[in-house]
């Protein structure tokens, strides 16, 4: 016994922390197809269009709540701000 007791606590130490079941939690990714970064606050929040738009859209912030103008060239795909983690925005 004295030489396997070494070898039960390793196999049981690596089970304490392998993940055999499914992993809960995981952050929602940022990722949106349109954004805008805000010309107010400079934060990146997602464009209210569901497609690239011919010209200028308006989209107001959730952080400042201000409404601003946006060319199509002020469009891009990005991550949105980490301040919007917390609050589900809809386009």
């Not at 089970?15 to 010309?39: E, I, W």
């Amino acid at each position: 016994m004295a030489g396997g007791g070494g070898r039960f606590f390793v196999d049981y130490f690596r089970l304490m922390f392998a993940y055999t079941g499914r992993v809960f939690n995981l952050p929602q990714s940022r990722v949106c197809d349109y954004t805008v970064r805000c010309k107010g606050c400079g934060e990146n929040i997602p464009a209210p269009v569901l497609t690239m738009p011919d010209s200028w859209i308006v989209a107001e912030c959730p952080l400042c709540r201000e409404k601003r103008r946006y060319l199509p060239p002020e469009i891009f795909r990005g991550t949105l701000s980490y301040q919007l983690r917390s609050r589900r925005v809809r386009p």
